[in-house]
């Protein structure tokens, strides 16, 4: 199993919200603190589904349990923000959709830390990395290799 980091503070430092954890988003939020992150995934037809719902919508059977993923994947697209929407928001910061390696076409939208907005591209490799906020482990993506 791949260990994903945790960060020590969140360096996006604008105020997040969260959905309510539910049995089918609770592995995606919570499974970081164990530096394992795992989505749900299908067992019958062996497929993670993003973002997670009780039954796979491929097979719809109710085989659905967190499985863990690499973490590693490409950014699929992005934006930079340079406007701070609300108070206390640091501006610039990249929202982006990231492709994960294991399987084609899970994707995931979360920021990049640890990179200069200005030098994000499409393909760029990436790894995921956590940092905790209101009892979630939020998931964010920085440049692959970039170390413990
Ligand atoms: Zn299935």
């Known amino acids: 199993m791949p260990e994903h980091p945790i960060l020590q503070s969140d360096p996006i430092a604008h105020t997040r919200s969260f959905p309510q954890l539910t049995e089918s988003n609770e592995a995606f939020w919570t499974s970081g603190a164990s530096g394992n992150w795992k989505l749900p995934h299908c067992s019958l037809c062996n497929r993670y589904i993003h973002p997670g719902q009780p039954r796979c919508p491929y097979c719809l059977t109710n085989t659905v349990t967190p499985k863990g993923v690499t973490g590693l994947g490409n950014v699929f697209t992005y934006t930079i923000n340079r406007y701070p929407w609300s108070e206390g928001w640091a501006v610039p910061y990249v929202a982006a959709v990231i492709e994960l390696d294991d399987q084609p076409g899970l994707r995931v ?40």
């Open 109 to 148: 939208t979360s920021n990049l830390t640890a990179i200069d907005p200005e030098e994000v591209h499409i393909g760029m490799r990436v790894e995921v990395c956590f940092v905790e906020s209101s009892g979630r482990w939020v998931p964010l993506f920085r440049p692959a290799g970039t170390g413990k």
